[in-house]
Nanobody, 120 residues
Framework: VQLQASGGGLVQPGGSLRLSCAARGFNLDYYTIGWFRQAPGKEREGVSRIYFTTGSTYYADSVKGRFTISRDKNTVYLQMNSLKPEDTAVYYC????????????????WGQGTQVTVSS
């Protein structure tokens, strides 16, 4: 069971990035996939989540209207538009089966982080 996050990089304010979270070794049906981020000196926070089977989504207020989470085959995407410097963080994807939750401590599987830096 493995989650592989990718797609981070350096982008100017107002720019866009698309993060991917690919599942290896298990099928994402009945899993909730969450995206979390941790900025330097701050606690990790939930950004968005999707229940893979139904497509039900959640967004933190700080990203609502700018980020879009979606799924296709066995991958979850986080499209990030209108990026701001405060979006700079390491982004992690995580998975939990059978629970629709935004609570970080309820996720069982975590991918390695991908760095997103928003700077001019």
């Amino acid at each position: 069971v493995q989650l592989q996050a990718s797609g981070g990089g350096l982008v100017q304010p107002g720019g866009s990035l698309r993060l991917s979270c690919a599942a290896r070794g298990f099928n994402l049906d009945y899993y909730t996939i969450g995206w979390f981020r941790q900025a330097p000196g701050k606690e990790r926070e939930g950004v968005s989540r999707i229940y893979f089977t139904t497509g039900s989504t959640y967004y933190a207020d700080s990203v609502k209207g700018r980020f879009t989470i979606s799924r296709d085959k066995n991958t979850v995407y986080l499209q990030m538009n209108s990026l701001k410097p405060e979006d700079t963080a390491v982004y992690y994807c995580a998975a939990v089966r059978g629970v629709i939750t935004t609570r970080e401590d309820e996720y069982d599987y975590w991918g390695q982080g991908t760095q997103v830096t928003v700077s001019s």
